[in-house]
Antibody, heavy 121, light 107 residues
Framework: QVQLMQSGAEVKKPGASVKVSCRAS????????ISWVRQAPGQRPEWMGW????????KYSQTFQGRVTITRDTSANVVHMQLSSLTSEDTALYFC??????????????WGQGTLVTVSS | EIVMTQSPATLSVSPGERATLSCRAS??????LAWYQQKPGQAPRLLIY???TRATGIPTRFSGSGSDTEFTLTISGLQSEDSAVYYC?????????FGPGTKVEIK
């Protein structure tokens, strides 16, 4: 069965960077794009960006442009999301997600369990 | 960027009754609209996509309708486990965006 397993919770200081991982299993890794979505406490989910796992092409939300980088390691079936110049407003749950159909970017049928990133001095 | 709105913000419904949730887009998204259910501490769960197609494993009491700018999620015969926040998401235009959510409470 399809599974997306994310790395554990992180606590970072303002100005630092964080790298969150998403390990995929149960399907052909390179056939499905992976997106990253974050959700601040009490807020709606917010799309951050996605990666075409097959060719590595990425697209990012303008909200995070310049601060977010999504990469993949096809040998390990892992997608990474790195967010830099963290502030307290980046405190949120970060999810990786996948669409139901090969080659499709949306909507999100499969989700990771979420990684809590806390930014605090 | 398309702005998504949802109403009401909170809906209180008795078990067995029907819940009707609305979602509006600031411009046409055709039928590229999804609904998600989210419970505390969990990832969102896809319920409906392409406005009215139920995702795999979703009970038939969940139904979606609408197109262009007006969409509805109906939960017929509400059950206690349906207590959650429901989000709509448009994926017709970039960037994909979510509505603010409707919290469904069980009376």
């Amino acid at each position: 069965q399809v599974q997306l397993m994310q790395s554990g919770a992180e606590v970072k200081k303002p100005g630092a960077s964080v790298k969150v991982s998403c390990r995929a299993s149960g399907y052909i890794f390179t056939d499905y794009p992976i997106s990253w979505v974050r959700q601040a406490p009490g807020q709606r989910p917010e799309w951050m960006g996605w990666i075409n796992v097959g060719d590595g092409q990425t697209k990012y939300s303008q909200t995070f442009q310049g601060r977010v980088t999504i990469t993949r390691d096809t040998s390990a079936n892992v997608v990474h999301m790195q967010l830099s110049s963290l502030t307290s407003e980046d405190t949120a749950l970060y999810f990786c997600a996948r669409a139901p159909y090969s080659g499709s970017y949306l909507p999100y049928h499969y989700w990771g369990q979420g990684t809590l990133v806390t930014v605090s001095s | 960027e398309i702005v998504m709105t949802q109403s009401p913000a909170t809906l209180s419904v008795s078990p067995g009754e029907r819940a009707t949730l609305s979602c509006r887009a600031s411009q046409s998204v055709r039928s590229n609209l999804a609904w998600y259910q989210q419970k505390p501490g969990q990832a969102p769960r896809l319920l409906i996509y392409i406005s009215s197609t139920r995702a795999t494993g979703i009970p038939t009491r969940f139904s979606g309708s609408g197109s262009d700018t007006e969409f509805t999620l109906t939960i017929s015969g509400l059950q206690s486990e349906d207590s959650a926040v429901y989000y709509c998401q448009q994926y017709n235009n970039w960037p994909p965006g979510f509505g603010p959510g409707t919290k469904v409470e069980i009376k």
